[in-house]
Nanobody, 128 residues
Framework: QVHLVESAGGLVQAGAFLRLSCEASEPTYNTFNIRAMGWFRQAPGKMREFVASISWTGDTTSYADSVKGRFTISRDNAKNMLFLEMNYLEIEDSAVYYC??????????????????WGQGTQVIVSS
């Protein structure tokens, strides 16, 4: 079973930049580099929602409309790392952000129904 650990989020002002990272570790066979990865978030009182996903190769990405053009997802398969660069943060971006891994191999995107493993979540608070 993969273990996903997100970096600390933080409290930032609107318009600021923040970078999240997620490190994956597996006790036996490493499958990070053959599985799609993604970021999801959940704001207080709201359902968890998709933010961004990246294919196992890293050459295909997809984004929620609300973050398109501001957020960038990337991965480093050599280091088992996933990243989310968040520019021009808005108050509405405040949420707990979760790193996620697909339960399937070789996908180009990831939706919540396909998630096989979740990180513990990291809090991002954007203030005015």
């Amino acid at each position: 079973q993969v273990h996903l650990v997100e970096s600390a989020g933080g409290l930032v002002q609107a318009g600021a930049f923040l970078r999240l990272s997620c490190e994956a570790s597996e006790p036996t066979y490493n499958t990070f580099n053959i599985r799609a990865m993604g970021w999801f978030r959940q704001a207080p009182g709201k359902m968890r929602e998709f933010v961004a996903s990246i294919s196992w190769t890293g050459d295909t990405t997809s984004y929620a409309d609300s973050v398109k053009g501001r957020f960038t997802i990337s991965r480093d398969n050599a280091k088992n790392m996933l990243f989310l660069e968040m520019n021009y943060l808005e108050i509405e971006d405040s949420a707990v952000y979760y790193c996620a891994q697909s339960r399937n191999i070789g996908q180009t995107s990831l939706d919540e129904a396909e998630v096989g493993a979740w990180g513990q979540g990291t809090q991002v608070i954007v203030s005015s």
